[in-house]
């Protein structure tokens, strides 16, 4: 029996209409919740993403702000542009797209962010309490999957779970999410021996590395729930996830499809952040 497919469009249009009705409470109230997005250079990604991010904000009803800067912009501009970003009361989420050119630090970027309008959930005061157990915004990604997770009911208290991929962005902050959940986590990366080995024990195995199709079937556990959160693109145009597919649907339970799969909540629970930003505000 092949696996369960987890649809990423089908629960991201269900809790973008319950994201829209928080939207309509706020502007009965008078408050209008309002994403501030900064794009630097012309990366093709970077433009969807950021495309993609004002198109959701439209639809659910924010108000949406684009900054657009060339790529040898200099960086004292762009702070500039943050520091009135932060200071405008109407504004309630910031995010500045990334990759940022090479004369950026970005974490001096991510800094500048006020942390209460740091919807991505980047800047060191959030990722502090995030550690801490009491996040004011989780990091979009390891959000969007957890959702995914409490969809499906999938027990993740005493589950082991297995996290490949140690980025800031996503294996970190879910590695975390998972451990507060009450499952047993392990992260593998670039210098794990025997990577096998763990992706075999794992009730629940996230893969956030951006290698196509390196986790195969014979990988994977039969009967585990498998969260793909890879996007590559091959040589032919066509995108696929960390994992090998077909293989992993032929044994694993539950299995993301890439596309259309994590990527779509990671754009929801950036919205779901901005929302509560703006509720706090309120």
Do not use: W
């Not at 092949?2 to 089908?10: E, M, Q, S, T, V």
């Not at 969807?48 to 060339?70: I, Q, W």
């Not at 032919?236 to 960390?242: N, Q, T, V």
């Amino acid at each position: 029996m092949l696996a369960r497919i987890l649809d990423g469009n089908a629960l991201s249009a269900k809790l973008r209409a319950q994201l829209a009705e928080r939207v309509l409470e706020l502007k009965a109230g008078g408050v209008e919740p309002c994403l501030a997005v900064v794009l630097v250079g012309d990366n093709p990604a970077s433009a969807v993403y950021v495309r993609n991010k004002v198109k959701a904000c439209e639809t659910a009803g924010l108000r949406s702000l684009k900054f657009d800067y060339p790529g040898d912009v200099s960086p004292a501009v762009v702070f500039e542009r943050i520091a009135q970003l932060n200071a405008d009361p109407a504004v309630h989420g910031i995010l500045v797209q990334l990759p940022l050119p090479p004369q950026f630090d970005a974490e001096e970027v991510l800094a500048a962010i006020n942390a209460e309008k740091d919807v991505d959930g980047f800047h060191a005061e959030n990722v502090g309490a995030l550690v801490q157990g009491n996040p004011r915004f989780i990091p979009c990604t390891p959000y969007g999957v957890m959702e995914m997770l409490k969809s499906e009911n999938v027990t993740l208290r005493g589950a082991e779970a297995v996290v490949v991929g140690r980025s800031n962005i996503v294996g970190k902050p879910l590695a975390l999410l998972l451990l507060a959940q009450g499952a047993t986590v392990t992260i593998c990366h670039s210098q794990t021996r025997d990577l096998a080995f763990h992706t075999r024990r794992a009730d629940v195995l996230v893969a956030a590395v951006g290698r196509a199709r390196m986790i195969t079937g014979d990988m994977i556990k039969p009967g585990a729930t498998v969260i793909d959160v890879g996007i590559n693109r091959l040589a032919d145009g066509k995108l696929c996830g960390d994992v090998d597919f077909d293989s992993a649907q032929k044994v694993a339970a539950l299995i993301t499809p890439v596309p259309g799969g994590v990527g779509p909540m990671t754009i929801t629970m950036l919205l779901a952040n901005t929302i509560s930003a703006a509720e706090r505000a309120a």
